[in-house]
C-alpha cells in the first residue's frame, strides 16, 4: 500500500480540490482541515495562514520552472528559447487554474494588504532569480541588472495574459512570450555592440 504524502503536500493538494469546487474567495482552512480529518492546530504547524498554501502551491511551479535547468535537449540552446521553456513549465505547472490564481492576486493585491504587496514583490523577485539559474544565464554588472529588470517586466506580462488566455495550451502566451524574448534579444545584442563602441 502507498504510503501518504506528508501532511504539508495533503493541505496544499486539499487546499487546490476545495478552491476548484468553489473558488479561492470561499476557501477557508477550517474547511482543509476538515476534509483531511485533521485538527487547525495541525493545519497552523505547517501552514502560517491561506496565503503561505497559496505561496506553496506556487512553489511548485517554480519547481517545474527549476527542472528545466537539467533538460539536456536544452543544454546548447541559445538563452531565449532557455527562459521560453521556463516560464512555459511554470504556467504548465499551475493546470490551467487561472480563476485561482487571478483569486491570490487580487486578494494579495487589496489595498489594505501592504504586507502581502511587499511580499508579492519580494516573491517575484526571487522568481526571476531562479529563472535566471534554470535558464543558465551568467551575466553580471550591467547586463545582469537589464536582464532582471526584462524579466521581471516580461513575467509580469506574461502572468496577465495567461489570466485572460482562453486559447489551447495557452498557445497566445506561448507566442506573445517568445515574441518579447526575441525582442529583448534584439534589443541586448544591440546594446552590447554600442558598449563596445
Not at 543558465?136 to 521581471?152: F, H, I, V
Amino acid at each position: 500500500m502507498p504510503r501518504k504524502p506528508p501532511l504539508r503536500e495533503r493541505i496544499v493538494d486539499t487546499a487546490v480540490e476545495l478552491a476548484d469546487e468553489a473558488g479561492w474567495p470561499a476557501l477557508r482552512l477550517r474547511r482543509v482541515a476538515a476534509r483531511l480529518g485533521v485538527g487547525l492546530a495541525e493545519i497552523r504547524a505547517q501552514y502560517a495562514d491561506l496565503d503561505a498554501v497559496a505561496n506553496a502551491w506556487l512553489g511548485r511551479a517554480d519547481d517545474a520552472m527549476l527542472a528545466v535547468a537539467g533538460r539536456a535537449d536544452l543544454a546548447e540552446a541559445p538563452p531565449p528559447e532557455r527562459i521560453e521553456a521556463a516560464l512555459i513549465a511554470w504556467f504548465t505547472a499551475l493546470g490551467g487554474r487561472r480563476r485561482m490564481l487571478g483569486s491570490i492576486l487580487a486578494y494579495k493585491l487589496q489595498p489594505s494588504h501592504i504586507h502581502l504587496q511587499a511580499a508579492l514583490v519580494v516573491a517575484t523577485s526571487r522568481r526571476v532569480q531562479w529563472l535566471r539559474e534554470a535558464a543558465r544565464l551568467d551575466a553580471t554588472g550591467r547586463q545582469k541588472s537589464l536582464e532582471e529588470s526584462g524579466l521581471t517586466l516580461l513575467f509580469a506580462a506574461a502572468v496577465l495574459r495567461w489570466l485572460n488566455d482562453r486559447s489551447e495550451n495557452f498557445e497566445r502566451t506561448q507566442g506573445f512570450i517568445a515574441r518579447r524574448l526575441a525582442l529583448a534579444d534584439r534589443l541586448m545584442v544591440a546594446w552590447a555592440k554600442a558598449i563596445e563602441r
